[in-house]
């Protein structure tokens, strides 16, 4: 009896063998880069980690079809590397000696990427299912609408234009003040000029000047 067990079970295995490995039909290839997600926080991959891919793997196939009811013992994972990488099938529950299709299996991996992932706190650049192409996630919508991003920023730029053109004006005015009165003190300055080498003050044009020589004349022939 014993010995009829052991041969059943090394049957099963050889079958196993034969069903799981590299390039075979229905097979897929996982790449799994822990340290370079999770850095010092990384895990250690172990027969834990391999449980619970497996559960994973299960869980995906059962939600994909209501049918299926494929169990734990139904993923086999073989040729498990150290920097961990694996190769996976996932058998049919009802005879358990051949596998599940393929497309079968990538649709449900494809349909519970997000879950996976988030199993083991990675994402499709850092578990790879190098078969099955990754999941496009949705694309993130801004929180604040386009349009008034776009107003916002044309408003800026008249309020910069508007604020410029007011500096600017005053900048000028200021400067055409300063010439004025500039200009101005230079007309009401003393100037001192030089005649005949005798230096005297300039003529007060709207006072007037007096020659003194004339004005004793004047006095004179005014006494005759």
């Known amino acids: 009896m014993l010995r009829a067990l052991l041969l059943i079970l090394s049957v099963v295995a050889i ?6 490995k590299p390039d075979a039909q229905n097979a897929f290839k996982v790449r799994i880069s822990i340290k370079t997600a999770l850095g010092d926080n990384a895990y250690a991959w ?6 619970l891919f497996k559960a ?7 939600r994909y079809s209501s049918k299926s009811t494929t169990q734990i013992s139904n993923v086999l994972l073989c040729n498990v590397t ?10 049919d529950s009802s005879k358990n000696v051949t596998t599940v299709p393929g497309s079968e299996v990538e649709a449900a991996i494809r349909m519970n990427r997000n879950r996976i ?3 083991f706190l990675l994402s499709d650049k850092t578990l790879q299912f190098l078969k099955i192409t990754s999941t496009l996630s949705p694309p993130v919508e801004p929180s604040t609408p386009v349009w008034l991003i776009v107003f916002g920023v044309v408003l800026c730029l008249i309020v910069a234009g508007i604020v410029f053109l007011i500096v600017s004006g005053i900048q000028k005015h ?5 010439e004025s ?9 003393v100037e001192v000029t030089l005649e005949n080498g005798i230096p005297c003050e300039a003529l007060d044009l709207k006072a007037g000047h007096i ?14």
């Open 82 to 91: 150290d920097r961990v990488s694996f190769w996976f099938v996932v058998t």
């Open 117 to 119: 992932n988030n199993a």
């Open 174 to 178: 200021k400067k055409k003040n300063k």
């Open 211 to 224: 020659n003194g020589v004339f004005a004793a004349d004047d006095d004179r022939f005014t006494s005759l």
């Open 56 to 62: 994973m793997v299960a869980f995906a196939m059962r």
């Open 15 to 20: 079958a196993h063998a034969e069903l799981c």
């Open 46 to 51: 172990d027969a834990n980690e391999e449980y």
């Open 181 to 189: 009165t500039e200009r101005e003190n230079l007309e009401e300055k």
